[in-house]
């Protein structure tokens, strides 16, 4: 069984960059046709989801985060990782990373095939 396990700081200062990595074990982050997600939750709010980096190392992102974001691979660590630059306190969200076989964007965690636990990160002076 594939696990996920996010990794980063809790806390960061207004403007600074977000390095946040996935650990993945159980499963190579190269293996054929899937998708390794980020994904976020700000308190009070839907799940939104940042960008992925698929098998090949290709990335797509969420054009309203597009321009902020940067997802990518170690492939030798099996590791995935996101940087969001110039974070506000709207940033401030429970983080996941997850992994599915389809590119689709869910709705739910349930939809991915696996999932970490998420990690708090809070954006404050």
């Known amino acids: 069984q594939v696990q996920l396990q996010e990794s980063g700081p809790g806390l960061v200062k207004p403007s600074q960059t977000l390095s946040l990595t996935c650990t993945v074990s159980?499963?190579?982050?190269?293996?054929?046709?899937?998708?390794w997600s980020w994904i976020r939750q700000p308190p009070g709010k839907r799940l939104e989801w940042i960008g992925y980096?698929?098998?090949?190392?290709?990335?797509y992102y969420s054009p309203s985060l597009k321009s902020r974001t940067s997802i990518s691979r170690d492939t030798s660590k099996n590791q995935f990782t996101m940087q969001l630059s110039s974070v506000t306190p709207e940033d401030t969200a429970v983080y996941y990373c997850?992994?599915?076989?389809?590119?689709?964007?869910?709705?739910?965690?349930?939809?991915?095939?696996?999932w970490g636990q998420g990690t708090q990160v809070t954006v404050s002076s």
């Open positions: 997850a992994v599915s076989g389809s590119d689709y964007v869910f709705e739910q965690l349930s939809g991915y095939d696996y």
């Open positions: 159980g499963g190579s982050i190269t293996t054929n046709s899937y998708y």
């Open positions: 980096i698929n098998s090949r190392g290709s990335t």
